[in-house]
């Protein structure tokens, strides 16, 4: 059965979005219009809304959001974020129904000194992205960053840890995916946290 969106549908899920965007940049993950948000809407074809391109990230309304495809074109008025396309194929990969994008210190400087990945192990937090706390390595992978949408994606797909909701890209930020804005806002804190604390120790 095809998805119908409508105009409320897009305005409610802006709402949400904005209201975590906010959140984000209060942290200082969002500086500047940096960082983006999406929400899946449908999945018959694939819709997300997405925030908009070149807002400050902590004065979002409602209205700046932008519905796009599968393959991150607007479908609705308004111009998405550059990455809407690696949003979708997040989307479509993983199962997930929101996606946060942000430019935190912790990865960019994680990625760098961590290019083959990002380990974990024998912390509580881990809890908080569904993995036990000992005994355990968890890899956050590390990817090369790429201007080109589809390359970035394909670099995701390939180096993707089904038991780790995230991805560190390259001198650029953070992805991390969930079942819905609130878990993948719980995923990005605790997967901060980690970057953090392997940062401190470093």
Do not use: C
């Not at 809407?41 to 925030?51: E, K, M, S």
């Not at 400050?56 to 809407?84: C, H, Q």
């Not at 937090?125 to 590390?142: C, R, S, T, W, Y």
């Amino acid at each position: 059965m095809t998805t119908e969106i409508n105009a409320a549908d897009l305005e409610r899920a802006g709402a949400q979005l904005a209201a975590e965007s906010a959140r984000f940049a209060a942290f200082g993950w969002m500086r500047g219009t940096s960082g983006n948000l999406s929400v899946v809407l449908g999945r018959d074809p694939l819709r997300l809304a997405v925030t908009a391109s070149g807002h400050d990230k902590g004065e979002l309304t409602p209205a700046d959001v932008v519905l796009v495809d599968g393959d991150g074109a607007a479908v609705s008025a308004g111009k998405p974020s550059a990455e809407a396309e690696l949003h979708a194929r997040v989307a479509a990969l993983t199962g997930a129904d929101a996606v946060v994008h942000v430019h935190t210190v912790a990865s960019v400087a994680m990625g760098r000194r961590e290019p083959g990945g990002i380990v974990f192990r024998d912390v509580e937090m881990l809890k908080g992205v569904g993995q036990p706390a000992h005994d355990v390595e968890v890899v956050l992978p590390v990817i090369a960053n790429s201007q080109d949408m589809k390359e970035l994606g394909d670099r995701l797909e390939e180096a993707r840890n089904p038991r780790m909701p995230a991805v560190v890209v390259a001198g650029h930020g953070l992805y991390v995916w969930g079942a819905d804005p609130r878990q993948a806002r719980h995923h990005t804190e605790v997967v901060e946290w980690l970057l953090e604390l392997e940062l401190s120790q470093r």
